[in-house]
Protein backbone atom coordinates (compact mmCIF):
# COMPACT_ATOMS: atom_id res chain seq x y z
CA UNK A 1 0.00 0.00 0.00
CA UNK A 2 1.50 3.53 -1.00
CA UNK A 3 1.73 6.31 1.27
CA UNK A 4 -1.19 8.91 0.55
CA UNK A 5 0.74 11.37 2.35
CA UNK A 6 3.79 11.88 0.46
CA UNK A 7 3.19 14.76 -1.93
CA UNK A 8 3.10 14.53 -5.63
CA UNK A 9 5.52 15.70 -8.18
CA UNK A 10 3.39 18.88 -8.54
CA UNK A 11 3.55 20.61 -5.17
CA UNK A 12 7.38 19.91 -5.35
CA UNK A 13 7.20 21.94 -8.65
CA UNK A 14 5.13 24.59 -7.03
CA UNK A 15 7.03 24.55 -4.15
CA UNK A 16 10.03 25.07 -5.91
CA UNK A 17 8.71 27.55 -8.45
CA UNK A 18 6.77 29.54 -5.36
CA UNK A 19 10.02 29.68 -3.50
CA UNK A 20 12.18 31.66 -6.66
CA UNK A 21 9.06 33.50 -7.30
CA UNK A 22 9.21 34.51 -3.25
CA UNK A 23 12.92 35.43 -3.58
CA UNK A 24 12.46 37.41 -6.60
CA UNK A 25 10.42 39.12 -4.06
CA UNK A 26 13.10 39.44 -1.48
CA UNK A 27 15.28 40.67 -4.14
CA UNK A 28 12.50 43.53 -5.28
CA UNK A 29 12.30 44.92 -1.66
CA UNK A 30 16.02 45.11 -1.15
CA UNK A 31 16.04 47.23 -4.24
CA UNK A 32 13.22 49.46 -3.61
CA UNK A 33 15.12 49.67 0.07
CA UNK A 34 18.70 50.04 -1.09
CA UNK A 35 18.80 51.24 -4.80
CA UNK A 36 21.48 51.98 -7.16
CA UNK A 37 21.83 55.04 -9.18
CA UNK A 38 21.35 52.54 -12.33
CA UNK A 39 18.10 51.18 -10.82
CA UNK A 40 16.64 54.59 -9.83
CA UNK A 41 17.68 55.85 -13.48
CA UNK A 42 15.03 53.21 -14.92
CA UNK A 43 12.23 55.20 -13.39
CA UNK A 44 10.90 58.65 -15.10
CA UNK A 45 10.35 61.42 -12.39
CA UNK A 46 7.08 61.05 -11.55
CA UNK A 47 7.63 57.28 -10.85
CA UNK A 48 10.64 58.31 -8.16
CA UNK A 49 8.30 60.49 -6.18
CA UNK A 50 6.14 58.63 -5.93
CA UNK A 51 8.33 55.75 -4.38
CA UNK A 52 10.33 58.69 -2.71
CA UNK A 53 6.76 59.83 -0.82
CA UNK A 54 5.32 56.42 0.09
CA UNK A 55 5.06 55.99 3.97
CA UNK A 56 7.72 54.17 5.86
CA UNK A 57 4.94 52.19 7.16
CA UNK A 58 4.20 50.59 3.57
CA UNK A 59 7.74 50.22 3.24
CA UNK A 60 7.34 47.59 6.50
CA UNK A 61 4.28 46.00 4.72
CA UNK A 62 6.07 45.29 1.61
CA UNK A 63 9.12 43.87 3.77
CA UNK A 64 6.66 41.35 5.64
CA UNK A 65 4.59 40.23 1.95
CA UNK A 66 7.77 39.14 0.80
CA UNK A 67 9.54 37.82 3.21
CA UNK A 68 6.59 36.09 5.11
CA UNK A 69 5.95 34.25 1.43
CA UNK A 70 9.50 33.34 1.36
CA UNK A 71 9.41 31.84 5.17
CA UNK A 72 5.98 30.11 3.75
CA UNK A 73 7.57 28.71 1.10
CA UNK A 74 10.53 26.90 2.81
CA UNK A 75 7.90 25.68 5.12
CA UNK A 76 5.86 24.33 2.32
CA UNK A 77 9.24 22.55 1.01
CA UNK A 78 10.33 21.14 4.94
CA UNK A 79 6.16 19.86 5.09
CA UNK A 80 5.14 21.71 7.86
CA UNK A 81 1.77 23.33 8.36
CA UNK A 82 2.80 26.45 9.17
CA UNK A 83 3.18 27.39 6.21
CA UNK A 84 -1.11 28.28 6.02
CA UNK A 85 -0.68 31.06 8.55
CA UNK A 86 2.78 32.42 7.43
CA UNK A 87 1.45 32.43 3.96
CA UNK A 88 -2.16 33.95 5.61
CA UNK A 89 0.17 36.88 6.90
CA UNK A 90 1.70 37.29 3.39
CA UNK A 91 -1.35 37.64 1.14
CA UNK A 92 -2.68 40.23 4.42
CA UNK A 93 0.26 42.07 3.32
CA UNK A 94 -0.09 42.07 -0.52
CA UNK A 95 -3.69 43.19 -0.11
CA UNK A 96 -2.75 46.36 2.12
CA UNK A 97 0.39 46.75 -0.28
CA UNK A 98 -1.82 46.38 -3.52
CA UNK A 99 -5.02 48.28 -1.98
CA UNK A 100 -3.18 51.41 -0.86
CA UNK A 101 -1.14 51.44 -4.27
CA UNK A 102 -4.53 51.26 -6.17
CA UNK A 103 -6.72 53.60 -3.85
CA UNK A 104 -5.09 55.90 -2.31
CA UNK A 105 -2.36 56.82 -4.85
CA UNK A 106 -1.73 57.37 -8.48
CA UNK A 107 0.46 54.79 -8.77
CA UNK A 108 -1.62 53.32 -12.01
CA UNK A 109 -1.72 56.31 -13.62
CA UNK A 110 2.14 56.91 -13.09
CA UNK A 111 2.96 53.25 -13.79
CA UNK A 112 0.45 52.42 -16.15
CA UNK A 113 -0.95 49.43 -17.06
CA UNK A 114 1.20 46.62 -16.90
CA UNK A 115 3.29 47.71 -13.76
CA UNK A 116 0.31 49.63 -11.93
CA UNK A 117 -2.62 47.07 -12.56
CA UNK A 118 -1.27 43.65 -14.27
CA UNK A 119 1.78 43.11 -11.87
CA UNK A 120 -0.18 43.85 -8.38
CA UNK A 121 -2.66 41.58 -9.75
CA UNK A 122 -0.70 38.59 -10.60
CA UNK A 123 1.12 38.94 -6.98
CA UNK A 124 -2.41 39.19 -5.32
CA UNK A 125 -3.32 36.22 -7.02
CA UNK A 126 -0.28 34.40 -6.66
CA UNK A 127 -0.60 35.17 -2.74
CA UNK A 128 -4.06 33.72 -2.89
CA UNK A 129 -3.13 31.07 -4.51
CA UNK A 130 -0.12 29.90 -2.05
CA UNK A 131 -2.54 30.33 1.02
CA UNK A 132 -5.01 28.21 -0.35
CA UNK A 133 -2.68 25.64 -1.94
CA UNK A 134 -1.02 25.09 1.57
CA UNK A 135 -4.31 24.83 3.26
CA UNK A 136 -5.19 21.94 0.82
CA UNK A 137 -1.62 20.64 1.48
CA UNK A 138 -2.98 20.68 5.12
CA UNK A 139 -6.02 18.41 3.95
CA UNK A 140 -4.67 15.93 1.82
CA UNK A 141 -1.94 14.96 4.78
CA UNK A 142 1.01 16.30 2.75
CA UNK A 143 1.94 18.93 5.97
CA UNK A 144 2.81 18.04 9.51
Known sequence: MSNSNKPNVGFWIIAVVA????IMGVMSYLGTVYPTEESRAAYTAEQL????????????????????????????ILRRK???????????????QVGYNWFATDSIEVFGTVMGVVMPLFI????????FYSKGAVGRGWLK
Open 82 to 96: WAVPIFGISLLAVLV
Open 124 to 131: LIVAIFLY
Open 19 to 22: LIWN
Open 49 to 76: ALMDTAPSWLTGVFAVAVFSGALGCLLL
